[in-house]
């Protein structure tokens, strides 16, 4: 851990999601003294679980936790996609996943990753329980710091990132009158319990609007994901327990095994929003967003927290400490708006064969996911460009050469 001095760079983030983390673990790392603001009063995550794909492994290996990640991989065997009646249209291998992307696919709850990443942070890095606002984004020509008022007072800094979510406070400062975050036409709901007594395969089944995903975890508890067609701001008129009974109560094993041993308040609901109108930039002045600040969008690609990872190692990248700020957050935004806009295009188009519901629409649906049972390869061929995405290569940690080169001579 470096030693601040008055030479060192300041960066501050506001918010400790994921995304936050790993940029501030990536500044740290490059020698950047970083502080998170957080409005909570702890590092607790509202959430359940993440998929973590190999991009974001090989992100995580720029900050050393890419194989602390990868001990708590499940090898889930074969698995695939399927009807409510439990018939398969689609079968997938983890192996072959393994071979098309160079790496595996790992679940994980937030809580475990959020951990993961707070503990790359030096002591008294972290504030919980501060709220902060963008004050002034400050300029890089001209030298002018940013500033970020909090509780406490102001604080000045040499970099600012806004890490703030979906409901960021920080972009629509930075880009005055852009579009907000608009419905996708989706409503979630999220759970994490014990695994059920009866074994089951990985899988996520699509039905008429409405899909649900069950994804086992290394520690004996599952993660399982629901997703519908439903008017935003809806609420369940008794519990949302009894909601997901009602809309998947009939579906395949293991579906009703997992809805009956949650508590109502054990689930989480929320109306899915992105952003399908792209910022012009990701920062302004000293002051950059990034994850769902920047580019939120729909979770039908498990994209949303990988795409903040590769973010903000990415970040990083373009900012040595004593570099120029102005022409490395040019940098971070022309690598990352082109790339993240397309997979958030990508995602809104997943979002919508969700929610068909016709039963003409949903029997081609069906038709086009079965023609994979040709080869796993099939149904991977979406995350093509996605999934074997690598960060730039001379921010690797010996961790992530080492692992690449592994790989390389499998």
Do not use: C
Not at 114 to 123: C, H, S, T, V
Not at 233 to 256: C, I, K, Q, S, Y
Not at 301 to 306: E, P, R
Not at 358 to 373: D, H, I
Request: hydrophobic residues 45%; glycine residues 12%; positive net charge.
């Amino acid at each position: 851990m470096d030693t601040p001095t008055a030479t060192t760079p300041h960066a501050v983030v506001i918010g400790s999601g994921i995304g936050g983390l790993t940029a501030a673990a990536a500044l740290h790392a490059r020698g950047w003294r970083v502080t998170v603001l957080e409005r909570a009063a702890s590092l607790q995550p509202v959430g359940a679980g993440i998929g973590l794909a190999p991009n974001a492994l090989r992100a995580l290996d720029v900050i050393g936790v890419g194989d602390e990640i990868r001990a708590l991989a499940t090898w889930q065997g074969d698995g695939g996609m399927r009807t409510p009646s439990g018939r398969w249209l689609a079968r997938t291998s983890a192996q072959a996943a393994a071979d098309r992307f160079g790496d595996l696919m790992v679940p994980v709850h937030r809580a475990v990753l959020i951990d993961a990443l707070a503990a790359r942070l030096p002591e008294g890095a972290i504030r919980t329980g501060t709220p902060a606002a963008l004050a002034d984004p400050g300029a890089a020509a001209g030298g002018r710091r940013a500033v970020v008022t909090t509780p406490d007072g102001d604080i000045r800094a040499d970099l600012i990132l806004g890490a703030d979510g979906i409901n960021s406070g920080v972009r629509p400062a930075l880009f005055p009158g852009h579009p907000e975050p608009a419905y996708a036409g989706l409503t979630t709901w999220r759970v994490v319990i014990p695994a059920p007594d009866r074994p089951f395969a990985p899988h996520e089944t699509w039905g008429r609007g409405a899909l649900w995903g069950t994804q086992p975890l290394k520690d004996g508890r599952v993660y399982a994901y629901a997703a519908a067609a439903a008017p935003a701001g809806g609420a369940a008129p008794d519990d949302e327990r009894a909601e997901l009974l009602r809309r998947f109560g009939t579906w395949h094993h293991p579906v009703p095994a997992i809805i009956g041993a949650v508590a109502p308040d054990q689930v989480l609901r929320h109306d899915v929003r992105h952003l399908t109108t792209p910022l012009p930039a990701f920062h302004r002045g000293r002051t950059a967003i990034l994850g769902d600040a920047a580019h939120p969008m729909a979770p039908t690609l498990g994209q949303g927290g990988n795409q903040a990872i590769e973010d903000g190692v990415v970040l990083a990248h373009h900012l040595p400490p004593h570099g120029d700020p102005g022409a490395g957050l040019a940098a971070y935004s022309a690598a990352r708006v082109h790339r993240t806009t397309g997979i958030v295009r990508a995602s809104a188009r997943v979002a919508r064969l969700v929610a068909l519901k016709g039963a003409p629409a949903v029997a081609l649906r069906e038709t086009l996911m079965t023609l994979s049972r040709f080869g796993p390869g099939l149904a991977l061929r979406t995350f093509d460009g996605i999934a074997d995405w690598r960060p730039p290569q001379h921010t690797y940690s010996d961790q992530a050469q080492e692992h690449d080169d592994r790989r390389a001579r499998r």
